[in-house]
């Protein structure tokens, strides 16, 4: 019994997920947000990172240019709106899966 519950328990969390993070692009691309940190806005919108951001830092699927958000000096991609609203929940957690994919030391 125990077994079908956490299967059941799984189940729920990855349809959650698909709901609410990442769908089939059909929707409407998420408004940008910029949240002002020590960092420069300018900064993130002219300088290019030296290796381009091609993952998302939430879900890890390839990213869309329309979804990002300007924070702390950087520029951050996501795949979807979804993924933007779990990464203003928590932004340092994803920044450090950022720069790990990256391949910078955070």
């Known amino acids: 019994m125990k077994a079908i519950l956490v299967t059941l328990t799984a189940l729920l969390l990855a ?4 709901m609410v993070g990442c769908g089939s692009g059909g929707g409407e ?3 940008t947000t910029s949240v002002e940190g020590s960092g420069s806005e300018a900064a993130a919108e002219t300088e290019e990172p ?6 998302c ?3 890890g699927g390839p990213i869309n240019k329309e979804n990002f ?9 996501f ?3 979804g993924c933007e609203t779990a990464f203003l929940k ?5 920044l450090k899966v950022l720069d790990e994919q990256l ?4």
Do not use: N, S
């Open 15 to 18: 349809a959650t997920m698909l």
């Open 29 to 31: 691309p998420a408004a």
């Open 50 to 55: 030296a290796i381009a951001q091609q993952l």
């Open 57 to 59: 830092p939430v879900m």
């Open 69 to 77: 958000v300007d924070h702390d000096g950087r520029r951050v991609y």
């Open 79 to 81: 795949c979807c709106a």
């Open 90 to 94: 928590d932004p340092e957690k994803y």
């Open 103 to 106: 391949g910078q030391a955070g």
